[in-house]
């Protein structure tokens, strides 16, 4: 069996991590004589298959390499949540008194705590993804790195499982930049940023996506200085710069520096600190700082598997290709999750996870651009959207009509001084048919729920206007939103109409 993986700190909340997802008395199994699915990878992608078709009667493996459950409970979604939560507590005792509250003088976050705290709660929530709860599913679980050796064999640990069909759900890693000396100075990524135990005063976060900002203002409101780095006019530059814009602004009040649209020529070690050199225009810069953390992307997992010798076709950094119901170019083998996807969320692992299993065991047809995909980034306020941007119907030649409502007119927000945001809803011009919304709020991401369903069930945002919402919420924005729409369809002649009947009904 390979080594285990390193999972720092070594503590009792680490022990029950890697007890669930990488047991180290763990013994893989004999292989059956022939699978139904073999699986490589188990992130959700990995998981969400096998369960679902052990479940549904499949004789399925499962292979891993490192830990079960993959990037989100190891080193993405999970504990990022939960130092996001602990980052949210700071800034609500910071703004407390624009609340009637005092808070005593003296508030400290406790760094050390506040990652335990979610050493504690991501070991608590890997039992879902335990090797021994998959055994318990009919899975045959085994450790250890796939490689496929034959038109229909998958090798793992000096074994080989011979399959009917396979499912590559490997993932993706983050992508080292390659900036001159920053391998030499050190960094750190979101493999290793969850492993720290103290706090660095000064850090460095290279990459204003998704991962890079919501790190980074969760760094900043646990105390450490800093220096967020993007190669753009604003953070988070794939949202709509309106939505972006308040984000970004939320940012600057939290305190982080933002160094936009300069270059990162190189990194250097001076005096116990890393030395960043920025070149911004004419103007050349240094910034110091005690650790840095990249977050400039995400690059497949497609090495070793020999994806070459089985007829899979990939591309280094866009990952495996995939027809519309997720087959490969190897017929008998199917692609799941992060590894072949443009929108790269567990939500769409899952989602195509369960599309994989009705099409490689089913004869199922399901297709990925028939997904609705949302997403959301977990900011201070929160960015989510589904379906179409503005820009996205303009390319594609559809008229919209845009309705708005800013969250400072919705009286929940005002009364939870939550004011910053909006529900912005794109409908196809002269119709009540959803294409698309982007709504900024602290619960962003719970709200659009309701959106996506509308969309998913082929419900118009006149539909949307006569659902009633409870008073008061945030959400009654979206049906402020639909109102608005209503509103539209009162054209003058039919206000002419409505006014001379009510007249001869006086
Ligand atoms: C910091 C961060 C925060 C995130 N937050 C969110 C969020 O809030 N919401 C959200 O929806 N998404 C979030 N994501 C994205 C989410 O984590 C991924 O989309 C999700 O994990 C993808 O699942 P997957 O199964 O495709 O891949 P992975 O989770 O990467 O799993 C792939 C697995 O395959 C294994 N593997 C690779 N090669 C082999 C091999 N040859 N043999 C055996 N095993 C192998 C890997 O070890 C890994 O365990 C976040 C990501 C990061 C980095």
């Not at 989100?72 to 609340?99: E, M, T, Y």
């Not at 020529?265 to 840095?292: L, T, W």
């Not at 651009?369 to 977990?378: D, H, M, R, V």
């Not at 998913?456 to 608005?484: C, F, R, S």
């Amino acid at each position: 069996m390979q080594s285990i993986p390193m999972v720092l700190p070594h503590d009792v909340h680490n022990e029950a991590l890697v007890s669930n997802v990488r047991p180290t008395d763990w013994q893989n199994p004999e292989p059956a004589p022939r699978y139904n699915l073999v699986v490589i990878g188990a992130g959700t992608a990995g998981l969400v298959t096998a369960a679902g078709a052990a479940g549904l009667g499949a004789k399925v493996a499962l292979v891993e390499r490192r830990l079960l459950g993959g990037d989100c409970l190891n080193v993405g979604c999970v504990p990022s949540k939960c130092i996001i939560r602990s980052s949210r507590v700071v800034a609500d005792l910071r703004d407390a008194n624009q609340f009637g509250i005092q808070v005593p003088q003296g508030m400290e976050v406790d760094f050390p705590a506040v990652m335990e705290r979610m050493r504690r709660l991501r070991a608590r929530i890997s039992a879902h993804d335990s090797a021994r709860r998959f055994k318990g599913l009919g899975v045959d679980v085994f450790l250890g790195e796939g490689k496929f050796s034959g038109p229909d064999t998958l090798e793992v640990a000096g074994k080989t499982l011979r399959f009917k069909k396979a499912v590559v759900a490997t993932g993706t890693r983050p992508v080292h930049p390659t900036i001159d000396g920053l391998a030499e100075a050190g960094f750190l990524t979101n493999e290793t940023v969850f492993s720290l135990t103290e706090r660095s005063r000064r850090l460095a976060v290279i990459g204003g996506g998704p991962i890079g900002c919501e790190l980074a203002q969760a760094f900043r409101r646990l105390g450490c200085e800093v220096t967020l780095f993007h190669n753009a006019s604003h953070i988070l530059n794939r949202e709509d710069s309106d939505a972006a814009e308040i984000v970004q602004q939320s940012f600057l009040r939290d305190g982080i520096r933002l160094i936009l649209n300069c270059k990162t020529k190189r990194v250097e070690k001076r005096n116990g600190s890393k030395i960043i050199h920025i070149e911004c225009g004419e103007r050349e810069d240094e910034i110091a700082v005690d650790e840095i953390l990249a977050g400039a992307g995400r690059a497949p997992n497609v090495e070793g598997l020999n994806l070459e010798g089985v007829g899979v076709k990939y591309d280094k950094r866009e990952g495996i290709e995939v027809n519309e119901h997720l087959q490969t170019t190897n017929p008998r083998i199917y692609a799941a999750g992060d590894i072949c996807l443009k929108y790269k969320f567990t939500h769409t692992a899952d989602a195509t996870a369960r599309m994989v299993i009705q099409n490689a065991l089913f004869l199922g047809r399901k297709k990925q651009s028939a997904l609705t995909i949302p997403w959301c980034t977990y900011t201070d306020p929160e960015i989510a959207h589904v379906g179409m941007y503005e820009r996205d119907a303009q390319e594609k030649g559809i008229a919209v009509n845009t309705f708005i409502r800013p969250l400072n007119d919705v009286d929940r927000a005002i009364a939870d001084g939550e004011e910053e945001g909006f529900v912005k809803i794109h409908v196809k011009k002269g119709t009540d048919k959803i294409l698309g919304a982007t709504i900024v709020a602290r619960h962003a991401g719970e709200m659009l729920g309701e959106i996506t369903l509308a969309i998913v069930g082929n419900l118009g945002l006149g539909t949307l206007a006569n659902v009633i919402h409870t008073y008061p919420t945030q959400a009654e924005a979206i049906k402020q939103a639909a109102d608005a729409y209503n509103r539209t369809r009162l054209t003058p002649f039919i206000k002419g109409l409505f006014t001379r009947w009510l007249a001869w009904r006086r």
